[in-house]
């Protein structure tokens, strides 16, 4: 039995796993939170005291690593965290073969989820696909001939910044109209805001959606825009419906581009509901040239694919 | 010396040559035309006649075959041809295999020519780069780790049909706002046309662009906008750029998504100015994420680079 060891840090939170290779059930599984103030050191002392307390007294074959930021996949090397300092130029991947005597591999988040995807979920069987994750950003991995394509400078898969509206609302990148300005959960929250506080008084859409947050409009989120709208809200319906459209464009062109067999979508967009899905798959299919086949389907790993990606990329090591 | 035929079928030209592996000088190159009023037939006995023509007594070691259509590579089987009726589902990789007793590759013309600038053009060393033809129409090739990239169903490549402005104007392929329906020549021409015939009275742009054709508009072509544009005609000006603009974003979208080493580019766009570049430079940067590195150069091979993709074909079954 191999024993192999994966770790997903995800800016805020880390959560670390261990199984034998070929089992589908964890051995063990931990979480913790990041501080409120937490910086690079700080994580990786969490890391490592996280590692040792799954470890116990085994050793593993080789250790995985996701990671919620930039990274080059090939050194190991983190390039930055866009939630906590210090992250800049940390070679990870390094620094845990050296305490732990292993093989260590570390990729982003998105490019090790759609790795889980592809060897433990929902992209079994296919040798290409475009991971998409939904949730504050938008972001993509791809598989191509069964393996991650990553780029030739690490940086593929960055649908969330694909310009679907040159017309539309600037993004935080800069540019206008991206995937992400109106997909991510963040941005819903406040396209819908905007569009409560602009409306014509006459106008009563929004109700439900007011009604969840108590009139505190701070308090939405694209979890509470998707629920609002499921409940049949017009203006919340107005911005799912934009979300869905944004990326069903995005997704279109990413077939006419590189027609990849399958879409798998995670992250919040799980849960925005049928509607949601039924505009995306209608404006995605007609975005693309008839002559290209796909298929759009949720992940099926949830929370867990980044772990079961790191463990795909440690038993590549051993 | 090991002897290669390769064949470029354009629709309403052929071309073929013969060269020894590697060598970089044809031995021998001859084009024919279609007749008006070809088929599949016509341009089968064409395409044979013009083998013998160029092999004479002596036989070649494999046969790479551009194709001006969508084409099923793995089998070698034309799909269609868009400008010429009958060459749906004909096997031409079989067909000419049992004529010539050799082993045959046939793929469509644009993974051909971004295989052809790949190995002996301005992809040379380069191991991730997109091929973009701007011409009658705007189609793309990929090679990725070194290796054409076709897609799930060999449809990848169609950058054409990215959308990059959804209130644009109706592409023939249904959408609106298509990289195509702003870059190729005959759009280009027409988007002129509309543009003079519908401009106010009083404004007296597109005089350049008028004398031209002899105020013929019906004469426009992409090539002449061009022209005028570089001769200073505001309205000639104004329709090149937007054409600039939407290879820009197009491009700029693709290398968020795949972030490939190199754009290179050929066809009718090489001939487009300065200007025309510049701005697509700009645009694309500007889309492109700032971490998100890449090139855009013009391809080398002009006319030949589907010739030499074929001869990479061929000789790669020897």
Same mark, same amino acid.
């Given at each position: 039995?191999?024993?192999?060891?994966?770790?997903?840090?995800?800016?805020?939170?880390?959560?670390?796993?261990?199984?034998?290779?070929?089992?589908?059930?964890?051995?063990?599984?931990?979480?913790?939170?990041?501080?409120?103030?937490?910086?690079?050191?700080?994580?990786?002392?969490?890391?490592?005291?996280?590692?040792?307390?799954?470890?116990?007294?085994?050793?593993?074959?080789?250790?995985?690593?996701?990671? *919620?930021?930039?990274?080059?996949? @090939? /050194? $190991?090397?983190?390039?930055?965290?866009?939630? #906590? +300092? &210090?992250?800049?130029?940390?070679?990870?991947?390094?620094?845990?073969?050296?305490?732990?005597?292993?093989?260590?591999?570390?990729?982003?988040?998105?490019?090790?989820?759609?790795?889980?995807?592809?060897?433990?979920?929902?992209?079994?069987?296919?040798?290409?696909?475009?991971?998409?994750?939904?949730?504050?950003?938008?972001?993509?991995?791809?598989?191509?001939?069964?393996?991650?394509?990553?780029?030739?400078?690490?940086?593929?898969?960055?649908?969330?910044?694909?310009?679907?509206?040159?017309?539309?609302?600037?993004?935080?990148?800069?540019?206008?109209?991206?995937?992400?300005?109106?997909?991510?959960?963040?941005?819903?929250?406040?396209?819908?805001?905007?569009?409560?506080?602009?409306?014509?008084?006459?106008?009563?859409?929004?109700?439900?959606?007011?009604?969840?947050? *108590?009139?505190?409009?701070?308090? @939405? /989120? $694209?979890?509470?825009?998707?629920?609002?709208? #499921? +409940? &049949?809200?017009?203006?919340?319906?107005?911005?799912?419906?934009?979300?869905?459209?944004?990326?069903?464009?995005?997704?279109?062109?990413?077939?006419?581009?590189?027609?990849?067999?399958?879409?798998?979508?995670?992250?919040?967009?799980?849960?925005?509901?049928?509607?949601?899905?039924?505009?995306?798959?209608?404006?995605?299919?007609?975005?693309?040239?008839?002559?290209?086949?796909?298929?759009?389907?949720?992940?099926?790993?949830?929370?867990?694919?980044?772990?079961?990606?790191?463990?795909?990329?440690?038993?590549?090591?051993?």
């Amino acid at each position: 039995m191999t024993l192999i060891l994966a770790l997903d840090f995800g800016g805020t939170k880390l959560a670390a796993a261990t199984v034998n290779i070929g089992s589908r059930k964890w051995l063990r599984y931990e979480r913790r939170l990041s501080p409120a103030n937490a910086n690079a050191s700080t994580d990786l002392e969490i890391m490592r005291s996280l590692i040792y307390s799954l470890l116990q007294d085994t050793k593993p074959a080789a250790i995985g690593v996701s990671f *919620g930021g930039p990274v080059d996949a @090939f /050194t $190991g090397t983190v390039r930055l965290s866009h939630h #906590v +300092a &210090g992250w800049e130029n940390i070679p990870l991947k390094g620094l845990l073969e050296d305490e732990f005597g292993v093989p260590v591999g570390v990729d982003n988040d998105a490019n090790v989820a759609a790795l889980g995807e592809h060897r433990f979920g929902a992209g079994q069987g296919y040798d290409s696909l475009f991971y998409i994750t939904v949730s504050t950003g938008v972001g993509g991995g791809w598989i191509l001939n069964s393996n991650p394509w990553r780029g030739a400078g690490g940086m593929a898969g960055e649908i969330g910044h694909i310009v679907v509206d040159p017309a539309g609302p600037v993004c935080l990148c800069g540019k206008r109209g991206c995937v992400e300005r109106f997909a991510s959960g963040p941005y819903m929250a406040q396209n819908a805001r905007e569009l409560l506080e602009t409306q014509l008084p006459k106008r009563q859409r929004g109700e439900v959606l007011r009604s969840l947050v *108590g009139d505190n409009l701070n308090l @939405f /989120t $694209g979890q509470l825009v998707s629920e609002a709208a #499921v +409940a &049949g809200d017009d203006l919340a319906k107005e911005v799912l419906h934009k979300a869905a459209w944004a990326l069903g464009v995005g997704i279109g062109n990413v077939a006419n581009l590189m027609n990849p067999q399958r879409f798998v979508l995670g992250g919040g967009v799980m849960k925005a509901g049928a509607d949601f899905w039924q505009v995306m798959q209608l404006v995605a299919r007609e975005t693309a040239l008839p002559e290209v086949d796909f298929e759009i389907v949720p992940a099926v790993l949830g929370d867990d694919a980044p772990l079961w990606g790191a463990v795909a990329i440690a038993s590549m090591l051993v």
